[in-house]
């Protein structure tokens, strides 16, 4: 299937034209020729003989960019001067940057910010250590943690590979939750070594947010780093993919008029996010599933499994299903991939059950063609920004840790994710759901302070729950 034109591989092209004759009109059209698509045409410079033109065009990638420019040296007349990559000089440098909340104009002020009026705040903080919640930047931050072992979809690359992806991660806790999140790339991807730095640097930040660690490793780090720290950790891939697809699925359900309890859920996937969609799809109702890794539908029957893995084995399959994916969904209503592409095809899809729904999430290349599977599915969706229905993590951690942190929270139940999910749900009226829009979109008004405030009301009721005296007591 191939990629349409992104944004994501957008360049300028600065060109030098003459003034008169034909070669400015050619320029559209000769992008679109090259199957780009043209954003912008800018005049930046203009003389009796010559103009100055930057171009800037869509393309599907870095090759296909190379083409459209080789297509533009060739228009009579057309000197190409310069090509930048707007992907890459968005990230010149950074993307985020610390800034002071006070001017420091003069003494005063920084007498204040600094020594000698900072020594009061330190001995306040030494005498009450809670108060580093109300008198620091603590009370509104949280660590962004890779060791670079997964960085999105392209593997093991490193923590200063994965530094751009920490870095965007802090942007989008800024613009959607108002948090200061700052990226930890470290350099080790020792287990022992990971969990005791993230626990040594803890006492600055409110929160934990784990990113791009590979499977199985991420399931002990989280484990281990919720036991030992009294603030939340939270591993993104596993448990932001999930509220957003349990999210999604509730309100497809609502599309096909189907209950969560009823229907035949088919996976394909038992890593990180396949893992944690198992356990909040069951947490919120879900009893029907079954999981499909390389070795086909994962049974209690299978041997030398994971500790993840066995958990699957023993809370889904219920009946012992054994066989491949493809046969699992037959006659299936819903089938969920965070796996891997082009697994399923139209035909597969067709054999589940009437009014099925699809989420086809691996990323670029679903699981299965999107066009093949909206000829039978009625609900599709995928984790691609060309396609209706985007499935994105955004959507549920900047509220998430908004909620945590507004509501001191020191650990997070599933209940808090199931809450964060029914929120982002309830965030599509009934007048705006159908087929094509089961969730919103993250640019949504209301999304992220919905799920914040549901967050931090369930953080606030399982603290509640946790104090009360036992009934039997």
């Known amino acids: 299937m191939a990629a349409a034109p992104s944004v994501s591989y957008s360049i300028t092209v600065r060109l030098v034209v003459p003034a ?31 103009l100055r033109i930057d171009v800037t065009c869509a393309a599907r990638d870095t090759d296909h960019a190379d083409e459209i420019v080789e297509e533009l040296r060739g228009v009579e007349g057309v000197d190409v001067h310069k090509v930048s990559d707007r992907t890459f000089l968005m990230h010149l440098g950074g993307t985020i940057e610390m800034a002071s909340k006070h001017p420091i104009r003069n003494r005063d002020e920084l007498s204040m910010v600094y020594t000698p009026g900072v020594a ?38 490193g923590p200063a590979a994965a530094l751009p992806v ?40 409110a929160g934990i947010n784990l990113e791009d660690i590979s499977a199985p490793r991420c399931f002990e780090i989280e484990r281990r780093l919720r036991d030992k720290l009294d603030i939340p950790v939270f591993h993104d891939d596993q448990h932001g993919t ?37 356990r909040l799809l069951t947490e919120a109702g879900a009893r029907r599933l079954m999981v499909a890794d390389r070795k086909g539908v994962v049974s209690t029957e299978r041997a030398g499994m994971t500790p993840s893995l066995q958990w699957i084995a023993d809370h889904t399959n219920a009946d012992r299903f054994d066989g ?34 699809v989420f086809a999430l691996a990323n670029p290349d679903p699981e299965v063609d999107p066009a093949a599977a909206r000829r039978h599915a009625t609900v599709v969706a995928t984790g691609r920004s060309d396609y209706p229905n985007q499935i994105n993590n955004v959507l549920a951690f900047p509220g998430v840790f908004r909620g945590l942190l507004d509501a001191s929270a020191h650990t997070i139940e599933d209940s ?47 603290r509640s729950s946790a104090r009360a005296p036992d009934a039997e007591a």
């Open 120 to 157: 009061r705040v330190c001995m306040a903080i030494a005498r009450n250590p809670e108060d580093a919640r109300r008198l620091t930047v603590k009370r509104n931050s949280v660590a962004v943690v890779t060791d670079g072992s997964a960085v999105l979809g392209l593997g093991n690359l």
């Open 416 to 462: 808090l994710l199931v809450a964060a999910a029914q929120a982002i749900a309830s965030s599509v009226s009934d007048d705006e759901l159908n087929a094509n829009y089961v969730i919103p979109s993250v640019f949504h008004e209301e999304v992220h302070k919905a799920v914040a405030d549901a967050v931090k009301s369930a953080a606030g009721a399982a």
């Open 242 to 278: 999930a509220i957003v697809v349990l999210a999604a699925l509730t309100n497809a359900l609502r599309v096909v008029g189907k209950d969560l309890a009823d229907v035949q859920i088919v996976m394909s996937g038992a890593g990180a996010a396949g893992s944690a969609i198992v």
């Open 324 to 357: 491949s994916l493809k046969e699992a969904v037959r006659g299936a209503d819903v089938f969920i991939g965070v796996s891997a592409p082009d697994l399923l095809d139209g035909d597969d899809v067709e054999a589940m059950a009437g009014k099925s729904i």
């Open 20 to 50: 008169g004759g034909t070669a400015v009109s050619e320029l559209t059209s000769t992008v679109e020729r090259a199957g780009g698509i043209v954003t912008a045409l800018d005049v930046t410079a203009s003389g009796h003989d010559r």
């Open 166 to 205: 920490m870095e965007g991660k802090a942007a989008l806790f800024k613009r959607f939750a108002g948090i200061d999140a700052w990226p930890l790339c470290l350099d080790t991807q020792d287990v022992d070594e990971i969990v005791r730095t993230v626990e040594v640097i803890a006492p600055v930040f």
